[in-house]
């Protein structure tokens, strides 16, 4: 069974910073991607970026990339040069390519305060 | 710009009662899917459908009924709410193809007294 574990509730960061959000699963599966949403405060879930498992490249977009450490299954988010409007809840999710359902199963987030 | 409109923004239940949770999406996207959000966690699947008249068990269905009586439209039946059920439900939408990402509604905020 798939499982996501994001470890630090909360997070903090001064305006300009950079913030990096960790995140580990559990998939018995060769072929998945992690993505990552962002909420906002007004519950809207917004998408960041994604990493396939089958990528030994780490994806980029635009401030957002992904530290990704697939032996260890472990990925990490990083935020460059962030802003207040950065803050919010960050999760990290897992879809699996087997069942090819789209099915998303999600981290229990990291709330993210960027201070200016 | 794809859309998932979720239907009421807001509900208060009785324990007992029958509630409909309403989702709408003009994606054209086959995939539609119910999450639960309860407080300082993430989203968990109840339940979702490949398409009009599909409906498919997520990972915690208990007490949830689905209907997918068209592409578009999508609802989630609570038949007797239970305050355990109190929850923020989101619905979303995708081609079904685990390589992209989903869309999501703004959520429905249920409080079942």
């Known amino acids: 069974a798939q499982r996501v574990t994001q470890v630090q509730p909360t997070g903090s960061s001064q305006w300009g910073e950079e913030v990096t959000l960790d995140c580990s699963y559990e998939t018995s599966e060769y072929f998945y991607r992690i993505f990552w949403y962002r909420q906002l405060f007004s519950g809207e879930m917004v998408f960041l970026i994604y990493q396939p498992s089958f990528d030994t490249q780490n994806q980029r977009s635009g401030r957002y990339s992904v530290v990704f450490q697939k032996s260890f299954k472990s990925i990490s988010l990083v935020i460059s040069a962030s802003q207040p409007e950065d803050s919010g809840t960050y999760f990290c999710a897992l879809s699996e390519l087997i069942t090819n359902t789209g099915k998303l199963t999600f981290g229990d987030g990291t709330v993210l305060t960027v201070k200016p | 710009e794809a859309a998932v409109t979720q239907s009421p923004r807001n509900k208060v239940a009785v324990t007992g009662g029958k509630v409909t949770l309403s989702c709408n999406q003009t994606?054209?996207?086959?995939?539609m899917y119910w999450y639960r959000q309860d407080t300082g966690h993430g989203l968990r699947l109840i339940h979702y459908?490949?398409?009009?008249?599909?409906?498919e068990k997520g990972d915690i269905p208990d007490g949830y009924k689905a209907s997918r009586p068209s592409q578009e439209n999508f609802s989630l039946i609570l038949e007797l709410a239970t305050p355990s059920q109190t929850s923020v439900y989101f619905c979303?939408?995708?081609?079904?193809?685990?390589?992209?990402?989903?869309?999501f509604g703004s959520g429905t905020r249920l409080t079942v007294l």
């Open positions: 459908s490949y398409g009009a008249g599909s409906t």
């Open positions: 979303a939408s995708g081609t079904g193809k685990s390589a992209e990402t989903l869309y």
């Open positions: 994606n054209n996207h086959n995939n």
